[in-house]
């Protein structure tokens, strides 16, 4: 089958398609065999509608706006005896495209994903998003006391949630095929969940979208609290104030960014790049408060290289050279110590500042609900036809890139013995000067993924709604077109605006693939390669 570059959306959309009514009475009755589940609310969305429910869901306290006509549902699945989870799904009325996409959560927050589902229903798509079970913000993790709870956040409220709601899609729309693909899309924990879905569950996808996974999460943890503790007590010699931020930031600009070939702003190969620590150190005539002590140094140096501890243990990949450090340094965060405290120690008030290695292994003995998303073997997915888009900003703060650089080295390590080559299944994409899953001041990000959006767009990249540009369209392309994408090329839009107009467009390339300039405006992709530098 050829593909045009551009899909027009109209071949995403199916031909039209008869839905039962968007009642309480019609759900009953498609899910009559289903005792553990209970509906919550059904509500028919005109179109250019808005949906949500920002009174009660903490993380995502906005509505999806600007919706086509769509039916909104939300059932309760009872999961354990103390246990239950939620999950909300978007039926699009004669515009379904025939296809279902699920969405994720971040950090330990519960709620539905109400506005990425209303975005991804733009397209046509099914959508749906589970609130993992409890109800929170994204650095809450008390609600782990609850062990059943732990069990649903982890990866049983995801599964329960796709198998119902695709039995209630294909029950919905009266298609004699049913749905014909399943998609994935998600970053941060979304990313997690939707690598461990398809690491236990290779069946539910036929694509997964991921950004930024916080795969190991018993040592993403660790390390955001290692990385806190670096930091503090404030008396300690070591301790670097935060207004020092910008001058680290600063130095690191001024070397590397012209190391990659280009001084544009942008660090775009920050472990290319030989940074010479030193040259933060004060001399005798440099200005206070921009420059460090071999005291402050040590922090630095341990912040952005990789955690290694007693017996040459690896615990962590540092965070990359070039990246704000307000996040990691600037606190010691509740995403680092309330694993400890809730869902290892069973108690909030253990002491996060005697954190040792043990307590590493220790929460590594219990891996907590499970979550950790850590079986490499992707070959049952590869087996049965399953693509995966992986992507990560080479500036992020929260989770830093090498660990998907390592979870991705860990799958060759794993499947290149057998024979396979990963290329074809899995491509992963650094998207240079991001920050976590969105966003940056100069360089191009926007891709149309997961928890990413700009003003004056309901969906996709304005004016380049194709799989070259949008990380939707190219997983498509590639389950249902059979064409893997060899580029990305993100977009900058002028002040993230898409009615502004195009600030800048750069390729993302397919790790260990790098972007470089080539001639002509760096503003334009194509005066851009993708080339192999190893
Ligand atoms: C959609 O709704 C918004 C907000 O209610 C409104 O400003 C806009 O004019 C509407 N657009 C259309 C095409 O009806
Ligand atoms: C959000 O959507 C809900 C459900 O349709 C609606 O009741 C509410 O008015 C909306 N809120 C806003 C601010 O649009
Ligand atoms: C679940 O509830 C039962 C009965 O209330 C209780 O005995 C048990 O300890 C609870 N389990 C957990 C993990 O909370
Ligand atoms: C390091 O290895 C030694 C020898 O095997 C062992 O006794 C020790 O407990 C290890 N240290 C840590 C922190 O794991
Ligand atoms: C805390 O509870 C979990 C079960 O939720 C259990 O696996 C773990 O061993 C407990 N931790 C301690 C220190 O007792
Ligand atoms: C973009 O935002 C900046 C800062 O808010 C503002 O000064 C500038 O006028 C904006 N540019 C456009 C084209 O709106
Ligand atoms: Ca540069």
């Known amino acids: 089958m050829q593909w045009p570059s551009a899909i027009p959306l109209a071949i995403l959309g199916g031909a039209a398609v008869t839905a039962a009514e968007c009642t309480v009475d019609a759900f009953t009755e498609i899910l009559k065999e289903h005792s553990e589940a209970t509906i919550n609310l059904v509500e028919a969305v005109p179109a250019n509608g808005s949906f949500g429910q920002p009174e009660t869901d903490i993380p995502f306290p906005y509505n999806a706006t600007s919706l086509p006509p769509l039916c909104a549902v939300s059932i309760n699945v009872k999961s354990s005896e103390n246990s239950s989870y939620n999950f909300g799904l978007f039926l699009p009325d004669t515009t379904w495209n025939e296809r279902f996409m699920t969405t994720g959560n971040g950090g330990f927050g519960g709620g539905i994903n109400w506005p990425d589902m209303g975005i991804l229903s733009q397209y046509g798509f099914a959508t749906m998003s589970t609130d993992t079970g409890h109800s929170s913000s994204a650095v809450d993790g008390s609600w782990g006391l609850n062990s059943e709870s732990l069990i649903d956040w982890a990866h049983r409220a995801m599964h329960g949630s796709i198998v119902l709601a695709k039995e209630v899609v294909g029950s919905y729309y009266a298609t004699s095929d049913g749905i014909k693909y399943s998609y994935y899309a998600g970053c941060s924990t979304g990313g997690r969940q939707g690598l461990k879905e398809i690491q236990l569950y290779p069946d539910s996808f036929d694509g997964i979208s991921v950004g930024a996974p916080a795969w190991w999460t018993v040592h993403l943890a660790a390390n955001t609290l290692q990385q806190g503790l670096y930091n503090v007590p404030e008396s300690d010699p070591k301790h670097i104030d935060p207004s020092l931020f910008p001058a680290i930031v600063a130095e690191m600009e001024k ?3 012209p190391q990659d070939g280009l ?5 775009s190969d920050p ?6 620590f030193e040259a933060l150190l004060c001399t005798p005539t440099s200005d206070a408060g921009t420059c460090l002590t071999p005291a402050q140094l040590t922090t630095i140096y341990k912040f952005y290289n990789p955690w290694i501890d007693a017996n040459q243990t690896y615990l962590f990949p540092g965070i990359s050279i070039g990246t704000d450090p307000s996040y990691a340094l600037g606190s010691v965060s509740p995403l680092g110590y309330g694993l400890f405290q809730y869902w290892v120690y069973n108690n909030s008030e253990w002491d996060y500042t005697k954190f ?4 590493v292994q220790f929460a590594d003995s219990i891996n907590p609900g499970g ?3 850590d079986n490499f073997d992707l070959s049952p997915f590869m087996e049965r036809g399953g693509k995966i888009l992986k992507y990560h900003g080479d500036a992020d703060s929260l989770i830093p890139t090498g660990s998907s650089i390592y979870f991705y080295k860990q799958v060759l390590q794993t499947l290149v013995p057998k024979g396979i080559d990963v290329s074809d299944f899995y491509r992963f994409f650094l998207i240079p000067g991001m920050n976590h899953c969105s966003g940056s001041t100069v360089a191009p990000w926007y891709i149309a993924s997961a928890s990413q959006s700009v003003s004056g767009a309901t969906h996709s990249v304005p004016g380049f709604e194709n799989a070259e540009y949008d990380i939707i369209m190219a997983m498509m392309k590639w389950v249902e ?9 993100a977009t900058k839009f002028i002040n993230d605006t898409a009615t502004l107009g195009i600030q800048s467009q750069r390729p993302l390339c397919p790790f260990p693939e790098q972007a470089k300039y080539i001639t002509g405006d760096p503003n334009e992709a194509d005066s851009w390669e993708c080339k192999s530098l190893y």
Not at 356 to 359: K, R, V
Not at 481 to 489: F, K, S, V, W
Request: net charge negative; glycine share 14%; aromatic share 6%.
């Open 271 to 276: 472990y290319g790049c030989n940074f010479n």
């Open 481 to 489: 077109g059979g064409e893997a994408p060899e580029q990305l090329i």
């Open 263 to 267: 001084v544009d702003g942008i660090v």
């Open 255 to 257: 070397q590397c960014d």
């Open 371 to 373: 979550a950790t998303a």
């Open 356 to 359: 040792s290695l043990s307590d």
